[in-house]
C-alpha cells in the first residue's frame, strides 16, 4: 500500500516537472530558476527545477528532523514544506553467478554449468520528501553561509581572475575591442578577447560568459557523426550515461561485454546497461547561434548569481520566443547543459580559489612579522608595521578613515600579534587579514587626503542660513569640511609625535600648518578650548586667548579636537600661540607701535589729556588742592559687579544672538533691584540720579560683517554734596548788606514855666 502510494506520488510530481519546464521559459521565471540553481547548483535538474517551482527565494533547505539534529533550529508552526525527490534504494535478493575471486572468472560445476549464489542487492528508487528553507525555521543562529559578493571593486579579483583563467579552456587576453563588444569568443584561434579598461566586476562578467561560450561551443566540425554509449538501466527505468564518445556500436557492444552488461555502483546498486547511438554531437553541431548565446547567459547569470556579482543588467525577455519552436525534450536538453556547466564552473571556481587564496595567505604570512593589516566587520582596520624606532600602528574607521595612531617600542612581537592585541583592546570581533595590503594601503591614503585646496579655503564665519540667502553655501560647506578635517589632521598629529611621555610640538605644528592656514588651525583651537572652558587641565591663558576669538557660529561640535588627551593639546595650543605672536612680532618690526596696536585690538580706552595755561600771576594750585579720585564704598562695589555681570550677559545676546552662552547671576538681578538700579543707555542710575557712565568698546575688525562688542568700563559719575562753610568776607559783606539799625534818641524836657 505505502508502495502505491510512493509511486503515485512520484508520478504526480513528474507531470508537475514536465508542466513546470513547459512554463518555466517566461523572462523572469526563467531567472528565478537560474538564481535557485546558482544556490542549489549540485542539486539534481529536477530538484533544482522543483525548488525553483515552490520557493524561488530559497536559500538553505534541510528535512524537519535534520534542521533540529544538525542545526538546532525547528520549524516554524503553520509552514509548508518544499516537496522534493529523495534517493529511497531497497534491498533485493537475487540470483547471480559465483565469481572466481583469483580469476575474476565465473566459478563451473562438475557439470561445466557456472554456479549460481543469492545475493542482497540493492535496487535504485526514489521518493517525495518534503524539506524546509531556513527562513521557515527560528532557534539557534546560523554560521554565515553568504559566499562573499564581489560588488563594484573586487576585492579579491586578483585571485579570482585568476581562477577564471586557469578554469578557461582556451587562453585569456586583454586587447582593444573595436564595435563596442566588451569580449568575444574566437572559434578558430580558439581564444577569448575582453575589452581592456573595464571594471574589475564587468571584466569578471565578461570572462564568465566567454568561459562559457568556450565549454559549451567548440569549433563547428563540418561532418558531425553520430557517437555510441552505454547507459545504465535500474529496475524503475531511472537511465544514466556510463560511457560515451565510442565510435561504434561494435566499440560499445564490447565495452559492455567486458562488464557482463551489469554494473554496480559505488552504493552497490545493480543497474543492467544498454548500448545506444548518441546523437549529441550531432545535435550541438545543429545548434544555432541564438541556443548557444541563450546557454552562454544562462550559465554566466547562474554563475555570477553564486558569487554575488551584480547582474541587473542581463536580460532574459527573448527567452519565450527562443522556446516557442521547441520540443519539451530539447528545452529538457538545454537546461541540463546549463545546469551541468554551470556545476561544473562553480565547483571548479570553488576549489581553485581556495588553492590560490591559501597561497596569497601563506604568501602574506612572511609580511605578518613586519607589516599587517586586519579587518573586523563594521568596527574598522588596524594596520602595524615596523619602523626604525618599533611598531607603528595606525587604526581606521569602516570607511578607512584614520581615527587614532601611535608607535609601539615592543620589539618582542610581530605585527600580527601587535595587532591582534589592538583588536582586542578597541572591541573588534573576530578579525581577518587583509590579503592585497598594498591595494589596502592605497585606499587608505586616498580616503586620508587632505585637499591641498584647503590651504588657501578662507574660514566662513558666517551662519548656514545666511550663506544660504546670500548664494554661499558652497563656501559655507567647503569651509566647514576644511575645518572637520583640520580638528582629525591635529589629533593625528599629537598622536604621531608623541613618545615616551614627551610630546614633539615643534613636529606636530609643522605637519598640521603645512596643510592648513594658522587661522583655521587657529579657529579650530580656540573652538575646542572654549567647548571645553571647564576642563582644568588647559591654562586660563589659553582660555582667555581662545574666549577672545571669533570661531563659526554653526556646528560647532563638529570641529573639536576631541580624541588626545586634553593635556597634550594644552601643549600644543601654547606651542602654536607662541609661534603665532613671534610671527606677528616678526612682521610688526618697524611699524609704528600704535598703529600695530590699534590692528591687534590691544588699545582698550582712550585718555584724554586737557592741558590748562594759567595766568602767571594766579598761584598754580596746591597738591592738596587738587581732586582725588573717588574710592567705591561697598555698596557702590557690590552695584559694579552686578552691572558689569548683567552687561556681560546683554553683549554676549548681541553678539551671538541664540548661540550666547554667557548668562547673568540671579544674586545680580537681586542686587540691583535692592538697590534700586537701572541702565538706561550708557547711564547706570540709582534712584533715578546717575551712578555710572558706560564706555562701550567694539572690536577692530568685523565678524559676520559688524563688528562685536567687547567688554565695556564703568566711570563714576555720582555728585557729591558738600555743605561749604562760608567765609568771613562772606560774612561781612552780607551785614554790610542790611540797613542799620540806630536807637531811639533821647528826648529833652523844658521846662517852661508859665507865670
Not at 505505502?2 to 508537475?16: F, G, L, P, Y
Request: hydrophobic letters at 35%; a negative charge; aromatic letters at 8%.
Amino acid at each position: 500500500m505505502a508502495e502505491n502510494r510512493n509511486a503515485q506520488q512520484v508520478r504526480e510530481i513528474t507531470d508537475r516537472l514536465e508542466q513546470g519546464i513547459k512554463e518555466l521559459f517566461e523572462s523572469e521565471r526563467f531567472k528565478e530558476y537560474l538564481r535557485t540553481m546558482s544556490k542549489f547548483y549540485n542539486y539534481s535538474f529536477n530538484n533544482t527545477l522543483l525548488i525553483a517551482m515552490q520557493k524561488p527565494e530559497a536559500t538553505l533547505i534541510a528535512g524537519y528532523t535534520a534542521w533540529q539534529r544538525n542545526f538546532d533550529r525547528h520549524v516554524m508552526k503553520g509552514e509548508k514544506g518544499i516537496r522534493i525527490l529523495a534517493p529511497a534504494p531497497y534491498k533485493a535478493k537475487v540470483e547471480k553467478e559465483k565469481i572466481d575471486p583469483k580469476t575474476q572468472k565465473p566459478m563451473l560445476d562438475k557439470d561445466g554449468k557456472p554456479i549460481t549464489e543469492t545475493v542482497e542487492v540493492m535496487r535504485p528508487a526514489f521518493k517525495v520528501v518534503s524539506v524546509f528553507d531556513v527562513s521557515q525555521t527560528e532557534g539557534k543562529e546560523l554560521p554565515d553561509i553568504v559566499v562573499d559578493e564581489l560588488t563594484g571593486s573586487v576585492e579579491n579579483y586578483a585571485a579570482f581572475f585568476e581562477a577564471l583563467r586557469q578554469e578557461s579552456p582556451v587562453p585569456i587576453a586583454f586587447e582593444d575591442i573595436s564595435g563596442g563588444a566588451k569580449g568575444y569568443y574566437h572559434l578558430e584561434d580558439r581564444r577569448i578577447a575582453i575589452q581592456e579598461g573595464m571594471s574589475e566586476v564587468q571584466t569578471v562578467k565578461t570572462a564568465i560568459h566567454e568561459i562559457a561560450h568556450a565549454k559549451l561551443h567548440a569549433l563547428d566540425q563540418p561532418e558531425v557523426k553520430p557517437e555510441w554509449k552505454v547507459v545504465m538501466v535500474s529496475e524503475g527505468g531511472t537511465r544514466k550515461e556510463l560511457m560515451t564518445g565510442l565510435a561504434s556500436e561494435q566499440e560499445a557492444n564490447e565495452a559492455a561485454e567486458k562488464l557482463d552488461w551489469r554494473y554496480v555502483d559505488e552504493n552497490q546498486f545493480e543497474w543492467r546497461l544498454e548500448v545506444e547511438e548518441d546523437d549529441t554531437p550531432v545535435q550541438e553541431a545543429k545548434k544555432d547561434r541564438h541556443t548557444k548565446e541563450v546557454e552562454a547567459e544562462a550559465v554566466a547569470y547562474t554563475v555570477c548569481q553564486r558569487y554575488g556579482i551584480e547582474t541587473s543588467d542581463y536580460s532574459f525577455g527573448y527567452i519565450a520566443g527562443w522556446s516557442s519552436d521547441k520540443e519539451t525534450k530539447e528545452l529538457k536538453g538545454s537546461l541540463e547543459t546549463i545546469r551541468r556547466t554551470a556545476a561544473e564552473m562553480i565547483g571548479s571556481i570553488d576549489e581553485k580559489l581556495k588553492v590560490l587564496t591559501a597561497e596569497q595567505e601563506k604568501e602574506n604570512d612572511q609580511k605578518w612579522d613586519t607589516a599587517v593589516a586586519l579587518e573586523s566587520d563594521g568596527k574598522g582596520f588596524i594596520e602595524v608595521h615596523e619602523t626604525d624606532e618599533g611598531y607603528d600602528y595606525s587604526i581606521y574607521s569602516p570607511d578607512k578613515k584614520l581615527m587614532d595612531g601611535g608607535v609601539l617600542e615592543d620589539t618582542y612581537q610581530t605585527a600580527y600579534q601587535i595587532a591582534v592585541s589592538l583588536c582586542e583592546e578597541n572591541g573588534f570581533a573576530q578579525p581577518s587579514i587583509v590579503t592585497d595590503y598594498d591595494a589596502f594601503l592605497e585606499q587608505v591614503e586616498a580616503a586620508n587626503e587632505v585637499k591641498s585646496s584647503y590651504r588657501d579655503v578662507a574660514v566662513y564665519y558666517e551662519t548656514a542660513n545666511y550663506a544660504y540667502e546670500a548664494g554661499e553655501l558652497d563656501q559655507c560647506r567647503t569651509s566647514r569640511d576644511a575645518n572637520m578635517a583640520c580638528a582629525a589632521a591635529i589629533e593625528i598629529a599629537i598622536s604621531a609625535n608623541y613618545a615616551d611621555n614627551r610630546l614633539s610640538t615643534e613636529a606636530a605644528l609643522s605637519d598640521v600648518l603645512a596643510r592648513f592656514s594658522p587661522e583655521r588651525v587657529q579657529c579650530v583651537l580656540a573652538n575646542t578650548i572654549q567647548q571645553k572652558k571647564h576642563d582644568g587641565r588647559i591654562s586660563p591663558q589659553l582660555k582667555e586667548w581662545a574666549g577672545a576669538i571669533t570661531v563659526p557660529p554653526d556646528d560647532r561640535t563638529g570641529f573639536i579636537v576631541d580624541k588626545v588627551n586634553p593635556g597634550l593639546l594644552n601643549l600644543f595650543a601654547s606651542s602654536f600661540r607662541q609661534q603665532m605672536d613671534l610671527a606677528d612680532r616678526e612682521a610688526d618690526k618697524g611699524r609704528d607701535p600704535e598703529v600695530v596696536a590699534w590692528e591687534r585690538d590691544e588699545i582698550t580706552s582712550f585718555t584724554v589729556t586737557v592741558n590748562e595755561v594759567q595766568s602767571p600771576c594766579v598761584a598754580p594750585p596746591t597738591e592738596a588742592a587738587a581732586s582725588k579720585p573717588h574710592r567705591l564704598t561697598p555698596e557702590e562695589k557690590k552695584i559694579k559687579e552686578a552691572v558689569m555681570d548683567t552687561l556681560k550677559a546683554q553683549i554676549s545676546r548681541s553678539n551671538d544672538g541664540m548661540m550666547a552662552t554667557y548668562r547673568s547671576s540671579e544674586q545680580s538681578f537681586k542686587v540691583m533691584m535692592e538697590y534700586k538700579v537701572r541702565i538706561t543707555g550708557n547711564t547706570v542710575t540709582q534712584n533715578g540720579e546717575p551712578l555710572f557712565a558706560i564706555h562701550r568698546r567694539h572690536s577692530s575688525r568685523k565678524t559676520q560683517g559688524c563688528y562685536r562688542e567687547l567688554t565695556p568700563t564703568l566711570e563714576y559719575i555720582r555728585r557729591e554734596q558738600k555743605q561749604e562753610k562760608p567765609s568771613i568776607r562772606d560774612h561781612l559783606k552780607a551785614a554790610k548788606a542790611q540797613p542799620e539799625r540806630k536807637a531811639p534818641s533821647k528826648t529833652k524836657k523844658h521846662e517852661m514855666g508859665l507865670e
